[in-house]
């Protein structure tokens, strides 16, 4: 068989998504109208799994030791394997304010796209989904690259939906953008437990350091860099008033531009923890998570297509996968009312349109085209590769 141009590839793929352009819609729907929490994501895995039974794609169910992670493989292994990666977890009390469902639209569009392209041409190589939990908390593309899911992909692809007053006037989207390196320390403050009305002199007051360690922070808030952010949660606190409370803890994710930029943040939001303990007698244990976030340096986020360098500020497992393999992260704008951004209420009505669907489906096929060529263009292939073993060193 001679290879297909690009023209012809393109239209094909063009006529096949077309068809599919009502159930994409439903599969959409279906995710956004049941926001699930990460690693909860049942009714999303069980969906999707569905649909591409459906359109005669095998699909292995709860895979890599993930309850709701899945896989589908299409192709001959010889080839390069391109990856799709979709995620579908939501947000606790907000549902899809990040727009994962158009994350999980745009890989299955991609994905199927580029498979038809493969049977249809007997294009070499494969096209690989991934169904992946839990991008918002935890890490699940973490777990996956433990567990081996990535050992044979060439390339990694996925898209981001944004908001798209984000962007420049007339652009719609970013093939990429560096994001940043995060990771979490945990206080536990240690007091002492006294009567708060018969002793109170008796006791060392676990709040007293949580609320001065939160205060010292939310001063140093206003004197970090604008690519710098540091937010926080209490976990642990006391619920009776009649007694002083003797254990809290409280947890901050320290984010920076890069990974040494996030480490100096984080020793200043240390001193700020430990002032806490020190003024009011406590003990503290600091703890730095170790979950694998640490190794998320996402500025080195994409090697694919033509990167902005200006921040994002948020971090994705994705950049974990872009340590493993070249990886594209790509931002996609959609209308977002009241200028919102992701994790607004706002956002999650914008992530549930028609016009915020079509995009995500046109970036999944511009996706498929990206494998497509992947997969037949030697050159091409060995210029994203040489630059990933580049910025990798
Ligand atoms: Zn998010
Ligand atoms: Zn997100």
Redesign the pocket.
């Known amino acids: 068989m001679t290879s297909p141009s690009k023209t012809e590839v393109q239209a094909a793929i063009g006529e096949y998504i077309k068809q599919l352009a009502e159930p994409l819609r439903e599969l959409n729907r279906k995710i956004h109208e049941n926001p699930e929490l990460a690693y909860e994501e049942h009714h999303s895995h069980d969906v999707i799994c569905k649909f591409l039974e459906a359109q005669n794609i095998p699909v292995k169910r709860h895979v890599y030791g993930l309850r709701t992670a899945f896989e589908a493989i299409v192709g001959e292994s010889s080839g390069r394997c391109v990856n799709f990666n979709a995620e579908y977890d939501a947000?606790p009390g907000i549902g899809h304010?990040?727009g994962?469902n158009l994350i999980a639209t745009a890989s299955v569009a991609g994905f199927m796209a580029l498979a038809f392209a493969i049977q249809k041409f007997g294009l070499p190589g494969q096209a690989q989904l991934l169904g992946t939990p839990a991008?918002?908390d935890g890490g699940g593309k973490v777990d996956l690259i433990r567990a081996g899911a990535f050992k044979n992909v060439d390339v990694s692809l996925m898209m981001h939906p944004m908001a798209e007053d984000e962007f420049s006037k007339g652009i719609l989207g970013i093939g990429g953008r560096s994001t940043i390196a995060c990771f979490d320390i945990t206080a536990a403050y240690h007091g002492v437990s006294a009567h708060a009305a018969a002793s109170p002199w008796e006791g060392v007051n676990a709040l007293d350091a949580l609320v001065s360690a939160y205060n010292n922070i939310s001063m140093l808030r206003q004197q970090i860099g604008p690519d710098e952010r540091i937010h926080g949660a209490i976990m642990q606190a006391p619920t009776v008033t009649n007694a002083i409370p003797e254990l809290t803890r409280t947890k901050y994710t320290i984010r920076s531009r890069t990974q040494k930029g996030a480490r100096a943040l984080g020793e200043r939001v240390r001193k700020c923890l430990d002032a806490g303990a020190l003024a009011t007698g406590c003990k503290v244990e600091l703890e730095e998570n170790s979950d694998g976030y640490q190794d998320a340096i996402g500025d080195l986020g994409v090697h694919v297509v033509s990167c902005d360098d200006t921040l994002m500020p948020?971090s994705t497992d994705q950049g974990n996968v872009s340590q493993v393999v070249p990886a594209l992260h790509a931002l996609v704008g959609i209308p977002v009312t009241d200028g919102a951004h992701?994790?607004t209420r706002q956002f999650t009505a914008a992530a549930a349109t028609d016009e915020a669907h079509e995009r995500s489906v046109t970036s999944g096929k511009a996706m498929a085209m990206t494998g497509w060529r992947l997969l037949v263009d030697d050159q091409y292939y060995s210029k994203v590769r040489q630059s990933f073993d580049e910025i990798m060193g």
Do not use: K, M, Q
Request: net charge negative; glycine share 12%; aromatic share 0%.
């Open positions: 947000l304010a990040c994962h991008e918002e948020g992701n994790h």
